[in-house]
């Protein structure tokens, strides 16, 4: 619960159209069915024309024409309206952090574990691990030996963190043996990670996340692996092992990155990609095999006119 003049003071937006002394008591998805004087909305530019029908609530949004004003609504009028209401849900909506170590959670030995952290049902912590202030680590996620983990990282449910990875060599007799994997797994600060994924620990060194990365459910990061401040790894992606990512950049859903190779800063890899080369600073690439977008589409422009013409 908070009152529009606390919602002002973390939105601050540039413009407020209607009353400011009222009290909202939850927030809600932009519903005609729904809309109550004391919920808050958002709603993107994409979607103002549903605002059209809405006559009661707090509404975080964009410029809007004035037929779209209802007397009865407040609006708070800012440049990027999803971060205004991601900000007012984690300062206002957002559940309470949990604290605490569940009983069933297994703790191995000479583990160091920060301050005001959870451990759920079931977890394994095994031994020699690092876990900094602030973490939490949901039901049932293992967390390998030798792991370090920063301050204030979120994992999931049903994870491992720092098993062994896919590494074989054939012998002389022509039987694949198994690479011994003796590194680990290090992760930065205000790193989150989904439910059901897999980071494996390296081979020699460390399978490495920085600050801020992101990782979602279902997700695959091989041996070795080093990705960048602020970068995100979107649901059922897969990087094998010794890929670099840099900075800043986005590994959309199902894709794949080939092992070794090095992805930039600030790079884009589109939806179901098949990365099988490096990838520049800057570019966005997209396709099986995975190229950057404007020769992708030129490619494609040609087959369509040979098709036909």
Known sequence: MATVNDIIKVV????????????????IQLDTQNEREDVLMWVSAKFKD??????????ICGA???????????????DN????????????????????????????????LGNQIFLGEHVIIEDHCEIGDGSFIDHHTVIKCDTIIGKNVSIGANTTIGGVGFGYEKDETGQFVFIPHI???????????GNNTCIDRA????????DNVKIDNLVHIAHGVQ????SLVIANAMVAGSVVIGE??????????????????????????????????????????????????????????????
């Open 203 to 210: 081979v020699l060194g460390s399978t490495k996340l920085c």
């Open 64 to 78: 809007l024409p004035e037929e779209f004003i209802s007397e009865n609504c407040t609006y708070l009028i800012t």
């Open 248 to 309: 800043n950049s986005w590994v959309a859903p199902s894709s794949s990155i080939l092992n070794q190779k090095k992805i930039g800063n600030n790079v884009t890899i589109g939806l179901s990609a098949v990365v099988v080369k490096d990838v520049k600073d800057g570019e966005t690439v997209i396709g099986s095999p995975a190229e950057e977008i404007s020769v992708a589409l030129g490619k494609k422009k040609v087959m369509n006119e040979k098709l036909f013409n």
């Open 183 to 193: 590194g680990n797994v290090v992760i930065g600060d205000d790193v989150e990670i």
């Open 227 to 230: 990705i960048g401040r602020n």
């Open 12 to 27: 601050n937006p540039k413009k407020i159209v209607g009353n400011t002394d009222s009290i909202v008591v939850n927030a």
């Open 81 to 112: 309206p999803r971060l205004a209401f991601q900000k007012v849900l984690t300062d206002f909506f957002m559940p309470k952090k949990k604290v605490g170590i569940s009983k069933t959670a297994i703790i191995g030995e000479n583990v160091k």
């Open 50 to 59: 549903h605002l059209k029908n809405i006559t009661h609530g707090v509404i």
